[in-house]
């Protein structure tokens, strides 16, 4: 176990990069900066003053946009790691609230402390109550994704006092309230999709408890909280809650690096979240496994996820960074038969299917060749569905526990004295100047 302080960074550099424009033979040693773990970074910040060059870099694959002490991702080695912890010994050993502290303040709590969080995250967990009418203005049918991003946002003119960025004290009664509320908002948009009544949280109940409570309770009969289901909801959690410089928690920094408040960016990060090559991958898994439906259709598939004139994509395969394995998706494949075994799910033919797809796709060259494997949506979804989740909420189960790694990498930003409003530059490619045409003469 790594109890190794995060390392300081000084900003000062011991190493340097040489960088040559050929056009003018002129060189510019560019300062490297070393992390605990991790490749070197070149520091660019003066490059432009100093070289009159941009760096061009579409989707970030090559840029660190931050210095941060909250996750480690190693994607030639399959590694997730949480303020030094493994993912896989947190799946094992810990909780969604360990971890939301460990997220949030550095080290894992003791004892008090951790009795202490808890407690305050419970007594967050009810909503203002005309928040309320915000949910009965949506549609019906409305995707609780939709319902999440409305609804987060509208905290923020609900808790003014937590939304000065300036005041240690209000960040972090913020960080509470969202972790705290989410999943409240989360269960509402489910009941209100449905037709059913809401549930007030329950004191007496454990984080994915209550969540589960005031998603599947209804008033007019007791609702027995499963052990498995919770835990396993639980695990869910850990496994979801931060995964370094995504495109939802950049979304968040960037949204927060103008000094917007938190309420804002995190719901900022839920839209970004929502499309089906980022949290929504998870609902796009399983709609494509039905849609596959059987086991000799599987060919058919990945034809078409390699055809370049076919946009259909394997949902559930392949990741920017992971590029052996994900760790996520090795504990979720080891749930998924034990959650299903629990839950009395003998034969679950989208577990089978899917099982089947992994196996085949992996030894197939094109995945082989592209390094594709499958990711932790893969197998999320057929536990959810086993659970009771319908599809449209299981983006939403993923937002709800990204909160914790959103929240935490925002205040880390707004903490960083290095840290500037988020402004990247363009390869600007359009006309050059020319002069207005009169309407008459185009
Ligand atoms: N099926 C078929 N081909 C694929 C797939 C796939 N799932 N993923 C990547 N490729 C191909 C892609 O066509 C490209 O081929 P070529 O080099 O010939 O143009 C090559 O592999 C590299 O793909 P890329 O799109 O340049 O890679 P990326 O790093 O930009 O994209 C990704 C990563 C996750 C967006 C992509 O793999 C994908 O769309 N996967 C399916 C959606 C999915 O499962 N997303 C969940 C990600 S994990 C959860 C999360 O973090 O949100």
């Known amino acids: ?67 941060s002490k909250i996750t480690f991702i190693d994607g030639d080695r399959g590694v997730l790691h949480h303020r030094g912890y493994s993912i896989e010994d947190l799946a094992e050993n810990s909780d969604f609230m360990e971890v939301c502290y460990l997220l949030l303040y550095g080290d894992l709590p003791n004892r008090d402390e951790k009795d202490t969080f808890e407690n305050t995250i419970t007594r967050h967990t009810m909503l203002h109550d005309q928040m309320a009418q915000f949910f009965r203005g949506f549609r019906r049918d409305a995707h609780p994704m939709a319902i999440m991003v409305g609804v987060v946002g509208a905290m923020s003119a609900f808790y003014h006092d937590s939304t000065d960025i300036n005041d240690p004290h209000q960040r972090m009664v913020a960080s509470h309230r969202l972790i705290a509320k989410m999943p409240t908002i989360a269960a509402m948009a489910y009941k209100y999709s449905i037709g059913q009544p809401f549930q007030y949280p329950r004191n007496d109940l454990k984080y994915a408890e209550n969540f589960l409570n005031m998603t599947f309770a209804v008033p007019c009969e007791k609702y027995e909280i499963s052990p498995t289901l919770s835990r396993a909801m639980d695990r869910i959690f850990i496994l979801h809650a931060d995964h370094e410089q995504n495109a939802s928690t950049s979304t968040v920094r960037l949204a927060g690096s103008s000094g917007a408040n938190p309420f804002a960016c995190i719901a900022a990060g839920i839209a970004s979240l929502w499309g089906p090559a980022h949290g929504g991958a998870n609902e796009a898994v399983l ?117 914790a790694g959103w929240i935490a990498q925002w205040k880390e930003m707004i903490e960083d004295p290095v840290q500037k409003i988020g402004r990247p530059r363009q390869l600007y490619t359009g006309p050059d100047l020319r002069s207005y045409t009169q309407l008459d003469q185009r």
């Open 287 to 403: 709609n494509m496994l039905m849609e596959i439906g059987s086991v000799d259709r599987i060919p058919e598939y990945l034809d078409k996820a390699k055809d370049k004139d076919d946009p259909f994509r394997l949902m559930g395969f392949g990741h920017r960074v992971y590029k052996n394995h994900d760790p996520r998706a090795g504990v979720l494949r080891k749930s998924a038969h034990e959650v299903l075994d629990e839950l009395g799910i003998e034969n679950e033919p989208l577990l089978e299917l899917a099982r089947e797809l992994e196996r085949i796709a992996l030894e197939d060259e094109y995945f082989a060749e592209k390094k594709l494997f499958p990711n932790v949506d893969f197998y999320s979804g057929i536990i959810l569905r086993a659970m009771g989740f319908p599809t449209s909420m299981f983006t939403v189960l993923f937002a709800l526990a990204r909160t």
């Open 1 to 67: 176990m790594n109890e190794m302080p995060a390392k300081e960074s000084t900003g000062e550099a011991s190493e340097t990069f040489t960088l040559t424009d050929n056009r003018t033979g002129r060189s510019f040693q560019l300062p490297v900066q070393t992390g605990t773990d991790g490749p070197p970074v070149v520091d660019i910040r003066k490059l432009y003053a100093e070289a009159g060059i941009f760096t061009y870099d579409p989707g970030f694959t090559s840029t660190g946009s931050c210095e």
